[in-house]
């Protein structure tokens, strides 16, 4: 029986794992092992916190806002309960001075703590990709049928602007007011460079069914009915598949013999474990993988002393809060989902980039109450403005598209006593600069247009690296090149090597990556 051995428990790996099984397959899961853990204040647990509404809401519009004084450190932190999303590495010595990088160190990864943004690159996003949309879209089905979401099988049309408009629609949870009113008046101005329109969101609405959203509005401290997809359910399947193994290793690199990759090397309890391999899938996430395989070249090589990934790609995230003046004397209902419920895309014709995604939310999510304070001095005053606009305030996100640059990468060195060091390297170039700026410019005046107060010049710029979207590290490339890959994701440097994570993507488009993510694993997989 065909053995695949999958380093990464993230989107990409749990997918390939299920889908190789369902093959007949016999499949290796490899994975750090830390599941997730809700971390609860003292004297508390996670679920008598969720069935007492102990989030955010009351305790900023409530009674217990008097108790904080002007500078409630804690009240920013809450709720602080996820435990293997992590701003530090696995690896030691990692040097990322210009980033401000997430790891998710567990099974799961970065999914357990995604957006849910469902969203489909177009034919000009897949330029540089090896499939267009016709070849990807039956994977991209069969990828939210995995994801167990309601699918309405009718034309989209422009109502889901982040997605192609012949996908299936999701059924989701109705608008808050306040939504449906910022959505029609942001639809009046709808036109061939700029649509709004509602998100896609990877949210179970299944009308008469258990485990579906209800909009408890709970959904920053984690959903109590399952309601949002999560790779941990993947995972699941897979336990309960026969010739499936998982087990728990962080991986440092894999060994090979000239183009065969013979085993995989890691601490599993403070011991190495070397475990032998036939297939090897790398899908640790375009950073961790990107460091397996660049490690395991250069302890190989007896030529050079340092290696560097072909790029390393990012999308800048800034958010700009505003008030919707429409909706100044509605209340905030705290039982709303605290998700990007709104999509503008907004398109720049042949220039690069082509097209620009925003998502809109409204802004009542814990994570979110940072963009309130910076306009003012006092914490205090910036939530008193918040309870008073609460009903009104909305904030909006833009992901800015990424292209490969020579100053952009990852690098893997070993030091005279052999102890491994690790950079990684990112700049903004003056392209990626002048277009956010435009950008922001051209979203400032739409809200205005819309009724919106949009305080001029004001938004919230991330560091790099705190979009979470990072990809790149071994990218697909259509001619034989080191360090990267063919059209099915097989390395150019070992032939029993696939990499099914982002760190193929050649681009990065301003969207979510996940659906693209878990497409392009189903579609490698069904080659296998």
Not at 365 to 378: D, T
């Amino acid at each position: 029986m065909k053995k695949y051995t999958i380093i990464g428990c993230g989107i990409a790996g749990t997918t390939a794992a299920y889908y190789l099984l369902k093959k007949g397959y016999e499949v290796e899961l490899i994975d750090l092992g830390s599941k997730e853990e809700f971390r609860m204040p003292s004297g508390t647990t996670f679920e008598n916190s969720r069935q007492n509404l102990m989030t955010s809401f009351p305790i900023v519009h409530g009674v217990d806002f008097e108790n904080f004084d002007d500078n409630p450190k804690e009240l920013f932190e809450i709720p602080k309960i996820r435990n293997i999303i992590s701003r530090q590495s696995i690896y030691n010595n990692v040097n990322a001075p210009d980033l401000e990088i997430t790891y998710g160190n567990g099974v799961g990864g970065l999914g357990v703590a995604w957006g849910a943004n469902l969203a489909t690159f177009d034919k000009q996003e897949l330029a540089e990709y090896p499939f267009q949309f016709d070849e990807i879209k039956p994977h991209y089905i069969s990828a939210l049928k995995l994801m167990g979401l309601d699918l309405n099988w009718g034309v989209n049309g422009d109502k889901y602007p982040c997605v192609d408009p012949t996908m299936p629609k999701v059924n989701l949870p109705p608008l808050e007011k306040q939504e449906q009113l910022l959505l029609q008046d942001m639809v009046f101005y709808n036109n061939e460079k700029l649509t709004s329109g509602y998100s896609a969101l990877a949210i179970r609405y299944l009308n008469g069914k258990e485990k579906n959203c209800k909009s408890c509005g709970l959904c920053a401290w984690g959903c109590p009915e399952n309601a949002i997809f999560s790779p941990v359910e993947v995972f699941q399947k897979c336990m309960e598949l026969e010739n499936f193994k998982y087990y728990e290793m962080a991986v440092d690199h894999f060994n090979f013999t000239g183009r065969k990759i013979v085993s995989v090397t890691g601490k599993s309890a403070n011991k190495t474990i070397c475990l032998e391999v036939d297939n090897l899938i790398l899908a640790a996430g375009a950073i961790n993988s990107g460091i397996i395989f660049l490690s395991s070249i250069l302890k190989e090589s007896k030529r050079c002393d340092k290696i560097k990934s072909l790029s390393f790609l990012d999308t800048k995230c800034v958010k700009i809060p505003f008030v919707h003046l429409r909706s100044l004397k509605m209340k905030l209902d705290p039982h709303s989902i605290q998700f990007n419920r709104l999509s503008t895309v907004i398109r720049f014709g042949k220039k690069i980039p082509r097209s620009i995604q925003v998502e809109t939310l409204k802004l009542k999510a814990l994570v979110y109450y940072r963009l309130i304070n910076k306009i003012f001095w006092s914490k205090k005053i910036s939530l008193m403005i918040l309870r008073k606009f609460s009903g009104s305030l909305f904030v909006s996100t833009i992901f800015f598209p990424d292209q490969p640059s020579k100053n952009n990468y990852i690098e893997v060195r070993y030091d005279a006593d052999g102890k491994r060091i690790i950079k990684i390297n990112y700049k903004n170039n003056w392209k990626k600069i002048f277009y956010s700026r435009r950008l922001i410019l051209t979203l400032q005046i739409l809200l205005m247009k819309c009724k919106c107060l949009v305080i001029p010049g004001y938004y919230f710029k991330y560091k790099n690296g705190s979009g979470i979207h990072y990809a790149g590290t071994i990218p697909f490339r259509k001619t034989v090149t080191s360090k990267a890959v063919d059209w099915n994701c097989k390395s150019y440097d070992f032939d029993n090597l696939h990499v099914v994570d982002a760190s193929t993507f050649p681009t990065l488009p301003s969207k979510s990556l996940t659906l693209t993510i878990m497409a392009n694993s189903i579609r490698v997989c069904s080659k296998l």
